[in-house]
């Protein structure tokens, strides 16, 4: 989460859940026809502190209510509201569950005009269950230094390094004492594990002491401790100038550094290759880029949602002069850009980790917040006699048969991501989601051939249930036809309850 820094001239999410969408397209400057600026939260107006905490405060909430439990949230800030973002989160996450609180050097440049120079932002850290995450501890950091593996493979099992066996702290920290193979000390582990591992051919002896193997391919599969002193991961000017290469000219001011992103996803998701990251403030979509690299590099499946309100773009910008009108626009062109930059330069990865290059998933859904796509959804109780003369055609004006298919699927909890197939039938096109979890049919005049190719297409999958979704305005009044198709249904096996008409 990398939220605005509250300098009393940036946007703040000002919430009022009263109006809902309505209130969301005046605080988008969709419905501003004057272009007026988006608010600000100036210091003089006595809530400074306050009208940013409210901002976050609820979006902190359903962080923690979104996290699986072995899941983790870090959080960028400055100086002007650390203090305060520390307190709100030890409330929400428990402060035991607060791993650390990072020091980022973001800057390299110095301020003159202040008595100190302000170079680095706080990354608040957070667990969601620190005891989980304690479990799975030795999987968490960043990638082992493999640089002084300097021995041949002379073994026939790798290469490898020579570690020490020696118990460091002697009989203080319990460390077992005796002789082997002449050497004679303090060591780390017991004589018949010791006896063990020189049975494996592990153990060695230079002049007067003894070593293990450590072998190159364990280590790629550890994790070095990480401090909170981050001075490499990646300056804003640098990200600045990356961004603007990648776009051909300037589109966001201050974009967080790639290194920095995928520094944090692989920290806590290393181990994990199809874990899902979610951005509620992207940006210029740094997340989704740097998501997408792991995935290049190591060959995962790992997901990205990011969150962004389409805020108006400044006419005065560069960014509006290249042609973006708000930040969604940005992100969205970003994420295009650098999926195919990542198939060039992760070429030979892409080839190793996947079957084929186009199994690399650089592909992505846009969705935007907006009233229900069906009528009866949107019911207008003042204008009832009207909204009752529209009700041969329940979908809203201006909506595709994919934008109800959408809406339908969340009202169903399924994943927006969930692939969807089309096939026809008497002209009449058939939506099929998740190979046969949900088939949907809005077109009219619907006839029993649609509801006999939709179990021939379950029974290809060997689906044993499914929900089947029509449109009531489908059957045009024709009472018959529409029990007849319900009635194939359930001889075909289908519940009443997973057959439904809107």
């Not at 570690?163 to 920290?173: L, N, R, S």
């Not at 017991?190 to 007067?208: A, D, P, R």
């Not at 550890?222 to 961004?243: F, M, N, P």
């Not at 949107?378 to 934008?403: A, C, H, I, Q, S």
Request: glycine share 8%; hydrophobic share 35%; aromatic share 10%.
């Amino acid at each position: 989460m990398d939220p605005p820094y509250n300098t009393g001239n940036d946007f703040v999410y000002k919430d009022n859940f009263k109006d809902g969408l309505q209130n969301y397209l005046v605080q988008t400057g969709q419905v501003d026809s004057e272009g007026n600026q988006l608010s600000t939260n100036f210091e003089s107006n006595g809530r400074f502190h306050t009208d940013w905490l409210n901002m976050m405060y609820p979006r902190l909430k359903l962080a923690r209510n979104l996290l699986t439990d072995d899941g983790a949230i870090f959080i960028s800030i400055d100086d002007s509201e650390e203090a305060n973002l520390v307190k709100i989160c030890d409330e929400i996450f428990g402060e035991k569950n607060r791993v650390g609180l990072i020091c980022h050097k973001s800057r390299a440049s110095v301020s003159n005009d202040k008595i100190i120079s302000p170079n680095h932002n706080r990354i608040l850290f957070y667990a969601k269950n620190i005891e989980i995450l304690n479990e799975k501890r030795q999987l968490i950091g960043e990638d082992p230094d493999l640089s002084n593996f300097e021995y041949d493979d002379n073994d026939g099992k790798g290469p490898y390094r020579l570690t020490p066996v020696d118990g460091p702290g002697g009989a203080k920290k319990g460390n077992p004492y005796y002789e082997f193979l002449g050497v004679q000390g303090y060591f780390r582990y017991s004589k018949g594990t010791m006896e063990e591992k020189y049975s494996q051919g592990l153990i060695v002896k230079k002049s007067n002491s003894l070593y293990q193997k450590y072998y190159m391919e364990k280590a790629k599969n550890t994790r070095k401790t990480v401090t909170t002193w981050w001075d490499d991961g990646g300056l804003t000017s640098t990200a600045t100038t990356k961004l603007k290469k990648l776009m051909g000219g300037s589109s966001f001011d201050t974009p967080k550094p790639i290194e920095l992103i995928e520094r944090m996803i692989k920290m806590i998701a290393f181990d994990d290759k199809s874990a899902i990251v979610l951005d509620f403030f992207s940006g210029s979509s740094t997340t989704a880029h740097s998501v997408m690299k792991i995935n290049a590099m190591d060959g995962g499946q790992r997901k990205f949602i990011m969150v962004q309100l389409p805020e108006v773009i400044n006419e005065k910008s560069e960014a509006y002069e290249n042609g973006y009108r708000t930040i969604s626009e940005i992100g969205q062109k970003r994420i295009i850009l650098a999926g195919e930059e990542l198939k060039k330069e992760f070429k030979k990865e892409i080839e190793e980790n996947y079957n084929d290059i186009n199994e690399f998933d650089i592909g992505f859904k846009v969705f935007s917040l907006d009233s229900s796509n069906i009528r009866e959804w949107n019911v207008d109780f003042e204008n009832l006699e009207k909204e009752l003369d529209l009700y041969d055609t329940p979908f809203v004006e201006g909506r595709t048969e994919l934008d109800v298919v959408y809406e339908i699927m969340l009202k169903y909890g399924l994943e927006l991501t969930y692939p969807i197939h089309t096939f026809e039938v008497d002209g009449k096109n058939v939506y099929d989601i998740a190979f046969g979890n949900l088939f949907i049919c809005l077109a009219k005049n619907i006839s029993t051939n649609i509801p006999k190719a939709i179990i021939a297409k379950r029974d290809e999958y060997g689906t044993e249930t499914s929900s089947v979704v029509f449109s009531d305005a489908g059957f045009a009044g024709n009472d018959s036809e529409k029990l007849n198709c319900i009635e194939l249904l359930k001889d075909a096996g289908y519940p009443e309850d997973n057959l439904l008409t809107i």
